[in-house]
C-alpha cells in the first residue's frame, strides 16, 4: 500500500520536472550553455580516464596518478606492500590479484606498480587483468629457490628441462587465463637470475630454473612497454596459447655466462605477433617452439601462426631467431620481417633432429639484417639433445618450404649453411635478394654450403650459392638447373 502511494507520488513529480525542463531548453541561451557543460565534461572525463596525469580520478575515491585500463584500479601499495627491495611483498601481490579476480564479470581490474623495488615470491595472475608497471617500478624475484614452487614438468616436454621431474615455476605465472595485459611506462620485472645462474654451472639445482613469466594454456594476452631482465631461464614463455600480442619490450640478460636465458619462447601457441622489441640476451633472441621428442609427438599442438617484425637482437652465444630444437608439436606459417641481428654468433637458425617427429614449413624471413655475425643461415638436423633413451629415431622431422628474401649484411664469417641428411632433407627452400658481406679474414669458411637441400635461387645473390639449388632469373625462368655433387657433405668442421 505503502509503496503504491509513494511510486504514484514520484511520476507525478517526475511530470513536473519534465514540464520545467521543456521550457528551460526552449531558451537559446541555456540550450548552448548546457550543450557546452555536456561537451567539456565528456573531454575531462576522456582525459581523466585514459591519460590521468592531473592527479585526479572520477573511479576511485583516492588519488590517482597512472592511466586506467580497466574500471577498477587498485595500487600495490593498498595492499601494505613495501618498495625497499628487501621485504617481500608476496603476500601484497596475491591478495591483490585475488581481489581482481573477484572483478572478472565486470571488466577485470588493474594493479598498478608504482616507482620502488618490489620483492617477491612467485606469484599467479588473474583473468581480466591488468598489472602496469610504472616507471621507475621494479619486480624483484626472490632469490632463494625455497620460495619457488614446483610444478609438474610440461606435458610436451615430460621432464623438466634440465632435470628429471617437477620445475620450478616462473616468477609470474598464469594458468587457464583470458583477456592478461602486463604494459606500463618502461618498468621492469627483473629475476636477479645471476644466483640461479651461478646454482646451475655448479650443479647445485635439483630441479629445472624456472622462467621470468610464463603464461600456460591462455588467450588474449598483450604484454608491451616493459622490461624484462636477468630470468634465471626463459625469459617470457607462452605455452600453449592462443592470440598474444608481445609489443615494445626490452628484454635483457648478460651476453654471456646467463645460460638458457632466451628472450621470447613461443611454444605451441597460435596467433602470436611479437613487435618492436630488443633483445639482448644468454642464449637465443627469440626460439619458437612445440614440444620434446615423445612428449611434443604426443601433445601434438604446433605453433602456428607466428608474426616477428621489427625486432633488433644481439644473441653473443646462440642466434637472432631460432626454431626448434624441440618442435615435435610442429612448426608452420612463421613471418619474420624486419629483424636486425648484430654481434651474434648466428642470425637465423633451425635445428632438430632424429627422434623429434613434427615438421617445420612454411617459414618466411623477409628484410633481415645481419651485422657482425659469424654464422648468417644454419639449418642443422642433428641437435641430439634428448629428454630420455626412449624416443623414437625413427620418428623423422619434416623441414620444408622456407624462404629468404631480403637478407643484408656485413662481417659475417660463414653466410650459410644447409645441413640436411639423407634421412632428414631441406625441401623446397627458397632465397631472393641476398647480399651478405663477408668477413674476409676468414676466407675459407665463407662459402654458402648444403647437404641434402632442395630448392631455388631466385635472381642473383651474394654469396653464390651452392649447387644443390636451380637457379631462376628475376622473372621466373629457369637458368640452371642444380648440379648435386657427388660427395654431398662437404667438410663441416664447425658451426
Ligand atoms: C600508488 O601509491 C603510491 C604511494 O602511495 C603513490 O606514490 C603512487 O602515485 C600511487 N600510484 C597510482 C597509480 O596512483
Ligand atoms: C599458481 O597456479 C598453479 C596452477 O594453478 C599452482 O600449481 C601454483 O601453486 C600457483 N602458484 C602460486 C605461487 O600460487
Ligand atoms: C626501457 O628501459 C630499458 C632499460 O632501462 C631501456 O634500455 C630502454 O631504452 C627503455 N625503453 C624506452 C622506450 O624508454
Ligand atoms: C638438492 O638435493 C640435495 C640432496 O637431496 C640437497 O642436499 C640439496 O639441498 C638440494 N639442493 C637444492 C637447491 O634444493
Ligand atoms: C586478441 O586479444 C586482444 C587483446 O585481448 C583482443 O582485443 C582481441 O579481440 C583478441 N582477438 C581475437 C580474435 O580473439
Ligand atoms: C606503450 O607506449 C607507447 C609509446 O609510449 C604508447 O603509444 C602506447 O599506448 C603504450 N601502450 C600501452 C598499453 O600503454
Ligand atoms: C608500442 O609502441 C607504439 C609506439 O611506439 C604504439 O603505437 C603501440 O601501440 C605500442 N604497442 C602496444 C601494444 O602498446
Ligand atoms: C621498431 O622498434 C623500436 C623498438 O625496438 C621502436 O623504437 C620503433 O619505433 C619501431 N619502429 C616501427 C616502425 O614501429
Ligand atoms: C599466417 O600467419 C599470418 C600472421 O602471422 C596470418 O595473417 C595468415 O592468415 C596465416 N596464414 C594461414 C594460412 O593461416
Ligand atoms: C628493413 O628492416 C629495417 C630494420 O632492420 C628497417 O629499418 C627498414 O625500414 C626495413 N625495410 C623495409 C623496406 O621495410
Ligand atoms: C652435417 O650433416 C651430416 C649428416 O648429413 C652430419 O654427419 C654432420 O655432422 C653435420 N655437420 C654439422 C656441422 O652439423
Redo the contacts with the bound molecule.
Keep these: 500500500m505503502l509503496e503504491k502511494h509513494s511510486s504514484a507520488g514520484g511520476k507525478v513529480q517526475a511530470c513536473q520536472c519534465r514540464r520545467r525542463v521543456v521550457t528551460f531548453f526552449s531558451s537559446p541561451k541555456a540550450l548552448f550553455l548546457v550543450l557546452w557543460t555536456l561537451v567539456f565534461a565528456s573531454v575531462f572525463w576522456w582525459r581523466t580516464s585514459y591519460v590521468d596525469e592531473v592527479g585526479f580520478s572520477l573511479q576511485l575515491p583516492r588519488v590517482r596518478t597512472g592511466p586506467m585500463f580497466r574500471p577498477v584500479a587498485f595500487n600495490l601499495t593498498d595492499f601494505g606492500a613495501v618498495g625497499d627491495g628487501e621485504t617481500l611483498n608476496t603476500d601484497a601481490f596475491e591478495s591483490a590479484v585475488a581481489e581482481i579476480a573477484k572483478l572478472g564479470e565486470r571488466g577485470g581490474g588493474q594493479l598498478d606498480v608504482p616507482a620502488g623495488l618490489w620483492l617477491t615470491a612467485p606469484f599467479n595472475l588473474t583473468s581480466h587483468m591488468t598489472l602496469f608497471l610504472a616507471e621507475g617500478a621494479v619486480i624483484l624475484g626472490v632469490e632463494d629457490e625455497r620460495y619457488w614452487p614446483l610444478l609438474p614438468p610440461l606435458p610436451s616436454y615430460g621432464y623438466g628441462r634440465e632435470h628429471k621431474g617437477p620445475r620450478y615455476g616462473s616468477l609470474i605465472h598464469g594458468q587457464n587465463l583470458k583477456d592478461v595485459v602486463i604494459?606500463g611506462h618502461n618498468g621492469t620485472i627483473n629475476g636477479q637470475g645471476q644466483t640461479w645462474w651461478t646454482k646451475y654451472q655448479k650443479k647445485l639445482l635439483n630441479h629445472t630454473r624456472g622462467p621470468l613469466l610464463q603464461l600456460m594454456w591462455s588467450r588474449d594476452v598483450?604484454i608491451?612497454?616493459i622490461t624484462l631482465r636477468d630470468s634465471p631461464f626463459w625469459t617470457l614463455h607462452p605455452y600453449d596459447c592462443k592470440n598474444v600480442?608481445i609489443?615494445?619490450l626490452t628484454i635483457l640478460a648478460p651476453v654471456s655466462g646467463a645460460p638458457n636465458t632466451d628472450g621470447i619462447d613461443p611454444d605451441s601457441c597460435e596467433d602470436v605477433v611479437i613487435e618492436?622489441c630488443y633483445i639482448c640476451t644468454g642464449d637465443d633472441g627469440i626460439a619458437i617452439k612445440s614440444g620434446w621428442d615423445q612428449y611434443g609427438i604426443a601433445y601434438k599442438r604446433p605453433s602456428i601462426n607466428i608474426l616477428i617484425r621489427n625486432v633488433t637482437v644481439r644473441s653473443v652465444v646462440s642466434a637472432g631467431v631460432s626454431i626448434g630444437s624441440e618442435m615435435s608439436g610442429g612448426v608452420s606459417n612463421v613471418t619474420v620481417e624486419n629483424l636486425h641481428v648484430w654481434e651474434s654468433k648466428r642470425g637465423l637458425r633451425i635445428k632438430t633432429a632424429a627422434g623429434r617427429g613434427g615438421y617445420v614449413r612454411n617459414i618466411f624471413y623477409r628484410n633481415v639484417t645481419l651485422n657482425h655475425v659469424s654464422i648468417g643461415i644454419v639449418i642443422k638436423i642433428d641437435y641430439n639433445e634428448h629428454a630420455d633413451e626412449f624416443f623414437d629415431p625413427k620418428a623423422i622431422p619434416t623441414l620444408e618450404s622456407i624462404h629468404f628474401n631480403g637478407i643484408h649484411g656485413q662481417n659475417v664469417d660463414i653466410p650459410v649453411r644447409l645441413n640436411g641428411s639423407k634421412e632428414i632433407p631441406v625441401r623446397d627452400v627458397s632465397f631472393r635478394d641476398m647480399s651478405i658481406g663477408l668477413n674476409y679474414k676468414k676466407k675459407k669458411k665463407n662459402i654458402f654450403r648444403c647437404s641434402f637441400v632442395q630448392g631455388r635461387i631466385i635472381g642473383t645473390i651474394f654469396p653464390a650459392p651452392c649447387a644443390n639449388l636451380d637457379i631462376y632469373d628475376g622473372w621466373g625462368r629457369l637458368v640452371k638447373r642444380s648440379v648435386l655433387p657427388k660427395k654431398r657433405n662437404i667438410g663441416y668442421s664447425f658451426l
Design positions: 604494459t598483450v608491451s612497454n600480442t609489443s615494445n618492436n
